[in-house]
C-alpha cells in the first residue's frame, strides 16, 4: 500500500492538514524520497528529514538576505550573540553562507549585569566562538552605562511601579550596547535573530497598543541605518519558531535556554499565547502577520513627524532626547522612566516638544523580548 | 520493538521501557534533569502520547504544571519528536508507544 504521504503535495491553502494513522511510520521526506521525514513544516505542511530540512533552511535564509540586498558582499557583519536558541542558529547559518555571501562574521554579546543569569549565557557564547573560530567581542552595561547594570537598573524600578517593565529598559541600553559593541569591532552592519513569531508577537502587540507608528516602521527586514546608525537586519524573520529549534536541534547546536530572572513582559505572553491559538487554527497566522505588518501604510494624517537628533548621543529621536539617554538621565536623576508609546510626560523638560510619539531608532516595547 | 506477544491472552500490553527527555528549558519544569529512563507499566489500554502526559504530569512534573500541560495536552509551543521526528506526523496524541522508544519535548519559548 502507498502512503498518501509518500506523495509530495502542497498543503499552502489547507489549514487543517490531515490526521496522519498512528499506526503508520512517518512519512518519506518530501524532498529526496530517500529518508524518513523528520518533521512537517509548519507553513507549507511539507513534510522533509532533518538533513533536507537544514539545507532548505540555509537556502531560504540566503534568500532572504540576498533578495533584500542586507548584507553586501564586503559587509563586516555584527552578530549580536545571547548564547540562546535565535541568535545560535543565526551565527551558526551565517557563518555557513558567509563564503557564498562574501561577508565577515563578528559575534558581539552584551553583558546586562543580571547576576546568575547572563553569566551562563555569556558562557554559551564563548564555547560557540571557540567552537566556530569566531572573534567575539563582549560589552557590558555597567562601562558603557556608567557603572548601570540590570540588577542596578531593577533595584532602582522597584518601588516605582514600573519594575515589570524590566524586559523594556533592557531592550532600550541593550539596542545601544549592540551598536556601541558593533562599532568597536569595526562592523558595518548588525543583525539580530528574531524570527517570525517574534516579529509576530511585536505585530499584534502594536495593534493592540494601536501604536501606528510603530507598526508602520515594524515591516521589512530591518532599517538601512537612518541617523547615522548601523544598518539592521533579522535575517531569520521569515523563519518561524518551530523551525528555528528544530534546526538547532538536528544541527546537535549548544545554547542556552534559560529563563532570565526578572519577569517577561507580561503583555508579550498574552500576544504570545494568543498567537499560538491562531496558529493551532492556521498555521500560516504567524508568517501572515509578518506579511501584513510589511505592507502596512499609514495614511498622512496618522504618519509620526520626522524624527530629529538626540541632544546628548545624535541618535535619531522624536523627542530632545533618545530613548537610551532619557532612560539613563531619569535613572541618574533617580527618576526612572521610560516611554512607551503614548502618554510620555517629562523626561525631557529642556527640549523643544515634539509629538510623543517614540523614535525610528529605538523601538524597545514593540522589540521582541528575545535577546538578540 | 512491539508489544510483547505473549501477554497477548491476558488482553494487557507489557511494561514499556522508554526514554522520556525535555529540553530547550522545559527541563527546568522536571528539577533541571533532561533525561529520563522510564518503565510504564503494563496497562489495558495500549500507552499513547496522551496517557503518557498524564503518567508525566503524575511522576516526573516538579512545578508549575500549566508550563507545560495545557488541557490533555502539552502547552503550544513545546515541541515533542518520537524517535527523532515530529509528532505531528505520527498522529500528536494518539501515537501509540513501542517499547523503547525515546519522546523528547523541546520548548521554543525560552529566550532567544
Redesign the interface.
Known sequence: MVSI?SLPRIRRSLPFPP?????????QCASCNKA?????RPRSGQ?LC?TCFCAAFEAEVLHTVVAGRLLPPGAVVAVGA?G????TVLAHVLRELAPRLGISLRLVAVDEGIGGYRDA?LAAVRRQAARWELPLTVVAYADLFGGWTMDAVARSTAGSGRSRSCCTFCGVLRRRALEEGARLVGATHVVT???A??MAETVLMNFLRGDAGRLARGGGLGSPGEGGALPRCRPLQLAS??E???YA?FRRLDY?????VYAPEAFRGHA??LL??L??ARPSAVLDLVHSAERLALAPAARPPPPGACARCGALASRALCQACALLDGLNRGRPRLAIGKGRRGLDEDGPPREAEPEPSGPPASE????? | MGVSCELGFLNMAAPLSVEVEF???AE?LFDGVKKHQVTLPGQEEPW?IRNLLVWIKKNLLKERPELFIQGDSVR??I?V?IN???W?????L???LQDQDSILF???????
Open positions: 504521504f490526521r496522519p494513522d498512528p499506526e503508520m511510520p512517518a512519512p524518513r521525514a523528520a518533521l512537517r513534510a532533518g545571547s540562546g536558541k535565535d541568535s549565557a535573530g528574531h524570527n513569531d517574534d519558531q518551530k528555528v529549534v528544530l536541534h542556552f535556554s534559560e529563563e532570565c504570545r499565547d499560538k491559538r496558529e493551532a521582541p523580548v528575545p535577546a538578540f | 529540553g530547550g528549558g527546568l499513547d503550544p509551543g515541541l519528536l527523532d521526528a515530529d505531528e506526523l505520527l498522529g500528536e494518539d501515537y501509540q523541546i520548548s521554543t519559548l525560552h529566550g532567544g
